[in-house]
């Protein structure tokens, strides 16, 4: 046996994370040069941010290919042979020629999970798409469409140009009491009406002190600003991000508890100053060293990377639940890659999630979409139409992707029930306005609803 011990070298303002990027390991050559063929990858998950490194016992000598493909989607490699005078090597992956290097030492989080990368950097690779789901007579797409956007109903006009705007600071303020459960609909409907002021419809909300004075802006440039939050109102909270050129209603994951020791994660929201019309400004991150990256790897798409993490903490987040909302999104990502298998293990912990965990819509949307992949017989379909019905009546999902496949279900069982129906339009009016490239719910509200900036 040979010995590779494989570093990744990149930086993080937050110190390590243990179980950082993604990596796999291939023999390509024997020691004669031949080719090797059928033997399968290794995969290991290495550690990011203080120059950790990872130990892999390898088949013997020959030349390996080293590929560690981070959370934006770059993928670094090197090549190196093992001799039998020289059985061990170590690997040094540097990140820093492929996606240059964070502009900030405080957007080094951002800057490693892609949300924002230097003008130099090259694009990454589109990621792999989700496993199509089906049920008993249809193929459901997990995350329709090319960027996982539900298709509108009717044809949009498209926009032939673009225009950039600026925006010197955000208005920016934490909010806890958005109406909770089905309430939540048509309050969301409502702030997007033409006539509606957004700060109106959410009146009833109490209004912490703005975001930046409540928290503490971390730090801001001409590009973005950076916010820190690190606990909310004591319930479902949201960030409410107020330009010229629109608004932004932003799910906070609160709280949100590191699964080994229990201690409280930060978040950091990222808002970007400059922005296309009609685009997007608003991401949420956890900075969390178990879990944070494979949220990144979810939100870009690569769900099986994704998997690869939360497969490590699996029996932490399932087991001992200390975070209802870090095993949700473990469900998406094990949902996502699964095929139609027998029952599990995680199954069980899904149904748990919708059981013990009302407040989070999340696990009644995972345990209906599982019902709908498993198949089965007339009492797994009426206890799957249950589910997405309960998931509406707990309101918004704090995953995006739970709000995609929200409206998947219930458009599948208002084939043939009107109530169900109208639920399935008012999700996909909202649906229509979440951005689908984020991990968490953020919901885009047009310039109109905004008194103060129309």
């Known amino acids: 046996m ?14 390590e994370v243990a179980q950082g990027v993604v990596a796999r390991v291939r023999r390509l050559a024997a020691p004669d040069g031949s080719r090797v063929r059928g033997e399968r990858p290794h995969t290991l998950v290495l550690p990011a941010g203080a120059g950790g490194a990872r130990s892999l016992d390898v088949e013997g000598p020959g030349r390996y290919l080293v590929e560690a493909t981070l959370p934006s989607g770059h993928v670094l490699s090197e090549e190196v042979d093992l001799t039998p005078d020289t059985p061990d090597a170590r690997v040094e992956l540097a990140s820093a020629p492929v996606v240059g290097h964070s502009p900030h030492e405080w957007l080094s989080w951002q800057h490693l999970t892609g949300k924002i990368r230097p003008a130099s950097a090259p694009r990454p690779a589109p990621p792999r798409s989700p496993e199509p789901m089906e049920d008993a007579g249809r193929t459901v797409i997990a995350g329709a469409g090319a960027s996982g956007r539900p298709e509108p109903e009717e044809s949009t006009t498209a926009v032939s140009a673009f225009r950039t705007r600026a925006l010197t600071e955000p208005v920016l303020a934490l909010r806890g009491g958005l109406p909770h459960g089905a309430e ?38 001409e590009d973005v600003a950076l916010y820190r939050v690190d606990s909310g109102p004591g319930r ?17 994951p609160l709280p949100w508890q590191q699964i080994h020791t229990g201690q409280h994660c930060p978040l950091e929201l990222l808002v970007r100053k400059h922005s296309l019309d009609a685009g997007f400004r608003t991401s949420v991150s956890v900075l969390d060293p178990d879990v944070g990256t494979a949220l990144a790897y979810m939100e870009n798409g690569d769900f099986h990377d994704a998997r690869d993490i939360f497969e490590i903490a699996r029996e932490m987040l399932y087991y001992k639940i200390t975070n209802p909302l870090a095993a949700a999104a473990g469900g998406y990502m094990l949902l996502a890659t699964a095929g139609r298998e027998a029952k599990t293990d995680w199954h069980d912990w899904i149904h748990n999630l919708l059981d013990w965990f009302e407040p989070i819509p999340d696990g009644a949307v995972l345990y209906g979409t599982l019902l709908l992949r498993r198949g089965g017989d007339d009492e797994a379909l009426v206890t799957a139409r249950e589910a997405f019905v309960t998931a509406f009546e707990r309101g918004l999902p704090y995953y995006s992707l739970g709000v995609t496949w929200l409206l998947e279900g219930l458009s599948i069982f208002g084939a043939d029930d009107d109530n169900i129906a109208a639920k399935a339009r008012a999700v996909r009016r909202v ?11 953020v919901v885009r509200f047009p310039a109109r609803t905004l008194g103060a900036a129309a």
């Open 236 to 252: 479902r909270s949201y960030a409410v991000v107020e330009t010229p050129d629109g608004a932004e209603l932003a799910t906070l």
């Open 184 to 221: 939540a609909w048509p309050i969301l409907a409502e702030a997007m009406a033409p006539e509606r002021d957004l700060a109106s419809v959410l009146s009833a909300s109490e209004t912490l002190p703005e975001l930046g004075a409540a928290t503490g802006s971390v730090a801001s440039d």
């Open 2 to 15: 040979s010995k590779l011990e494989i570093a990744l070298d990149t930086w993080l303002a937050a110190g």
């Open 431 to 441: 649906a229509l306005a979440v951005n689908m490239d984020e991990a968490f719910t």
